[in-house]
């Protein structure tokens, strides 16, 4: 702990700037992987076969009330959504689906490239803080004594490598859960695109007049 406050000490004002930037990606962090991993993970078997049994008996407004009681905001928003455009009688299933999906990403992907962006303002404020230390300690040889010379460099050189360790640390961080946090995103996005398609299908197969045998609409 020691160790850590000197490091603080020694790197200057910036230093403190950029713990504020360090706290704001953090909690963009938790906030995030708490959304992707909790509030949109979803057993979506269940919810599916729930939503085909109604669509494939044509009752379009049981398969919204589904979607109403999962508890989960992604695919339960894009399917509601879909439903009550086939329940208006939408003319282009795919402008459809699009549609519903636009209801989704926004939803999904909030504030996932701010970390990209505090990555890269954390760095910039690293380098601001070491070209800061260099005047300093450079400044500080032409006006000490010849003996305090190498303590006033030392602690130039000192204070701008730690704006920039603490810099890159934090571009660092961002980006790595960038990618944890994105990929997790698109996953989402994919897996309620494929499901809004799969109910499109389905309800055009009942529009055509198609009913599953008694045992395979239990399967299903």
């Keep these: 702990m020691d160790g850590l406050i000197h490091f603080?000490?020694?790197?200057?004002p910036f230093m403190m700037v950029n713990v504020f930037f360090l706290a704001f990606a953090l909690a963009v962090i938790v906030e995030r992987l708490y959304a992707m991993f909790v509030s949109f993970g979803i057993n979506e078997k269940p919810f599916l076969a729930a939503v085909d049994r109604y669509l494939q008996a044509g009752n379009i407004e049981a398969a919204a009330k589904v979607c109403a009681n999962t508890p989960t905001p992604a695919m339960s928003r894009g399917t509601r959504n879909l439903l009550k455009l086939?329940?208006?009688?939408?003319?282009s299933p795919l402008l459809a689906v699009e549609e519903s999906l636009m209801e989704v990403r926004p939803l999904v992907t909030a504030r996932v490239a701010w970390l990209w962006s505090i990555?890269?303002?954390?760095?910039?404020?690293?380098?601001v803080g070491t070209v800061l230390g260099l005047i300093k300690a450079f400044s500080a040889v032409g006006?000490?004594?010849?003996?305090q010379k190498a303590a006033a460099l030392a602690r130039g050189i000192s204070e701008a490598m730690n704006n920039t360790a603490f810099g890159l640390g934090i571009a660092v961080t961002c980006i790595f859960f960038h990618l944890i946090i994105n990929n997790q995103s698109v996953k989402i996005v994919e897996k309620t695109e494929h499901a809004l398609f799969h109910f499109i299908n389905v309800h055009a197969q009942w529009r055509k007049g198609y009913?599953?045998?008694e045992g395979e609409a239990k399967k299903g």
Aim: net charge negative; hydrophobic share 50%.
């Design 119 to 127: 990555a890269n303002i954390a760095t910039l404020i690293g380098l």
């Design 8 to 12: 603080f000490q020694e790197g200057g």
């Design 86 to 91: 086939l329940r208006n009688g939408a003319e």
């Design 143 to 147: 006006a000490v004594a010849a003996d």
């Design 211 to 213: 009913r599953p045998a």
